[in-house]
T-cell receptor, first 115, second 108 residues
Framework: EAGVTQFPSHSVIEKGQTVTLRCDPI?????LYWYRRVMGKEIKFLLHFVKESKQDESGMPNNRFLAERTGGTYSTLKVQPAELEDSGVYFC?????????????FGPGTRLTVL | RKEVEQDPGPFNVPEGATVAFNCTYSNSASQSFFWYRQDCRKEPKLLMS???SGNEDGRFTAQLNRASQYISLLIRDSKLSDSATYLC?????????FGTGTRLKVLA
């Protein structure tokens, strides 16, 4: 069974540009999560989808970040315009649900560098 | 104060040693508990879930103390391949809250 996949693996952009990250969850997983690790800090929650609906977006840093999950399948996370402090590794995870304690499986991450 | 606290290490131990990691969490409403392993520049991978009754998986034993809000991981007979960062994770309403991780290096 294929795991969680993310694209691109790396992205280097300049401040003010736009970047879109993509996540494909494990097939059949209703729950999709975005997390971020900035250098020297712990991995932090950004948001949670159940199918196509945003269940919890309490971790989104500001309105420069927009996440979507069209049709309840893959998800995109767009940063527009990017700032220096957005640099970090963005992880996507998925879980089958519906229980909150279900294991979350992580993708390999997208390493974003904003210059 | 961080919601999940871990000693960042590094712990440098010889092969065959026993090593223990501890973690404390601040939110008593936390619902599920895990240890994840993360290799350098890779994604976190589930090592084991943690239960109050304690659970064991081969050389690994995890324990949860809800009263003290404390989670532990014991690794016996350390192998070189155990070198990694061990992440303590607490789940509340689907959201994972991570500790900063404890780095382990097993030396030959």
């Amino acid at each position: 069974e294929a795991g969680v996949t993310q694209f691109p693996s790396h992205s280097v952009i300049e401040k003010g540009q736009t970047v879109t990250l993509r996540c494909d969850p494990i097939s059949g997983h209703d729950n999709l999560y975005w997390y971020r690790r900035v250098m020297g800090k712990e991995i932090k929650f950004l948001l949670h989808f159940v199918k196509e609906s945003k269940q919890d977006e309490s971790g989104m840093p500001n309105n420069r970040f927009l996440a979507e999950r069209t049709g309840g399948t893959y998800s995109t996370l767009k940063v527009q315009p990017a700032e220096l402090e957005d640099s970090g590794v963005y992880f996507c995870a998925s879980s089958q649900g519906p229980r909150g304690g279900d294991t979350q499986y992580f993708g390999p991450g997208t390493r974003l560098t904003v210059l | 104060r961080k919601e999940v606290e871990q000693d960042p290490g590094p712990f440098n131990v010889p092969e065959g040693a026993t090593v223990a990691f501890n973690c404390t969490y601040s939110n008593s409403a936390s619902q599920s508990f895990f240890w994840y392993r993360q290799d350098c520049r890779k994604e976190p991978k589930l090592l084991m879930s943690v239960y109050s009754s304690g659970n064991e998986d081969g050389r690994f034993t995890a324990q949860l103390n809800r009263a003290s809000q404390y989670i532990s991981l014991l690794i016996r007979d350390s192998k070189l391949s155990d070198s990694a960062t061990y992440l303590c994770v607490v789940e509340k309403t689907y959201k994972y809250i991570f500790g900063t991780g404890t780095r382990l290096k097993v030396l030959a």
